[in-house]
């Protein structure tokens, strides 16, 4: 309701009917919003720098909405009151599964879409002190790890990761802290070893800066099994150099594991003609916001995957093949995971309405009935509990 209130009061119209014509020919609202991250994260600044270059060059006005949390970025994209939504693995892949926040009663899986996703030089991944002389995954075995309380989405990452090295929590000591931020402080206060966040983040330079140091464990790009138990995990991860960030450069590269941040959506019922002019605009501009923000060279329509965790909106798809980037086989991977949200789709509606009307025991058995819906696909569950 607050949501709803504050884009009513703003005026926050999703679309206006006015166009607004490149000279190319793109055409898209005067006016469009996007929810993106809280005021001053990279993805909020990024959307900042894209509202900017669409101003100048189409005179469209980009009004971002900012959400402190992946419900509350969420909400207006799935009631239709804004077409998009510059989201994290949070709000695209876990809204896709139906998982955390939302496998509770009012959310279930969505059926989201990629537009594009950034794939910068900075990596989201574990960080440690230098000093606990953690070089690989495999040497976080019996080193202090941080569990941020109530961020299992975060969590499932260092779980992850760990996996790739064949560690559990079991393996390690572990730290609760009250939040990401006390997280990242405890490493600074010697509290911990290792953390999860985004290498440009202010944490990451604040570690850096410390007696400690900061390092980053490698995921060898080469090592094809450690990959195939980290994806088990997090199908989400891909591999990228990490040159973006605290102690990272150029020239001081590190091999990692990360995910695309931030993820321009939408829902799968977005209007195709909207969403394959909000793709185009993107990257005709590209030049215009490259520079914009920290990040934004992610954007490039050079570093684009189409084979991601969640499928790409049938409009944007228009626009790749256009450019004669879209194959048979990201066609064939897309169709997959279209499949994949109606399996969980159609579990969903056949639970809900007999699901148990207590919220934890909703939860629980709505993880058992997921779960079982994708064996019997011969599907991967990835997640199976949390």
Do not use: C
Request: proline letters at 5%.
């Amino acid at each position: 309701m607050k949501i709803r209130t504050i884009l009513a009061a703003a005026g926050l119209a999703a679309v206006v009917l006015a166009p607004a014509l490149s000279q190319t020919g793109t055409k898209l609202p005067e006016t469009l919003t996007w929810t993106a991250y809280d005021v001053g994260s990279g993805g909020y600044n990024q959307a900042v720098a894209i509202g900017n270059a669409l101003k100048n060059k189409m005179n469209v006005t980009l009004r971002v909405l900012p959400g402190k949390s992946d419900i509350a970025r969420s909400i207006p994209l799935r009631d239709g009151q804004v077409p998009f939504s510059a989201h994290g693995v949070g709000g695209s892949y876990m809204a896709q599964e139906g998982l955390y926040e939302f496998g509770s009663r009012d959310w279930g899986p969505q059926a989201v879409r990629a537009l594009l996703l950034n794939n910068s030089d900075a990596l989201l991944t574990i960080v440690t002190a230098k000093d606990a002389n953690i070089k690989t995954m495999a040497d976080l075995k019996g080193k202090r790890v941080a569990w941020v309380v109530g961020a299992p989405a975060l969590n499932q990452n260092i779980t992850a990761l760990m996996a790739s090295a064949g560690l559990t929590w079991n393996d390690v000591k572990r730290v609760e802290f009250g939040g990401f931020g006390a997280a990242m402080d405890g490493i600074v206060a010697n509290q911990v070893d290792a953390a999860f966040a985004s290498t440009i983040s202010g944490q990451a330079f604040k570690i850096a800066a410390s007696p400690r140091g900061i390092q980053y464990p490698v995921v060898p790009h080469k090592d094809n099994e450690a990959w195939a138990r980290l994806n088990k995990v997090a199908p989400f991860y891909v591999r990228q150099w990490g040159a973006e960030g605290a102690d990272l450069s150029a020239t001081n590269k590190v091999e990692g594991a990360t995910y695309p941040y931030p993820v321009l959506m939408s829902m799968a019922n977005a209007d195709g003609d909207l969403v394959y002019n909000m793709t185009k605009a993107m990257v005709e501009l590209f030049p215009e916001y490259k520079d914009g923000a920290p990040g934004n060279l992610g954007w490039d329509i050079k570093r684009q995957m189409f084979a991601w965790a969640i499928p790409t909106h049938e409009g944007a798809i228009k626009y790749f093949k256009e450019l004669k980037l879209w194959t048979d086989e990201h066609q064939k991977h897309n169709d997959a995971l279209v499949a994949r949200q109606k399996v969980l789709a159609d579990a969903w509606n056949a639970y809900k309405p007999k699901g148990p009307s207590d919220d934890k025991e909703f939860i629980q058995g709505w993880m058992k009935a997921r779960a079982a819906a994708l064996t019997a696909a011969k599907m991967d569950v990835v997640v199976e509990s949390w």
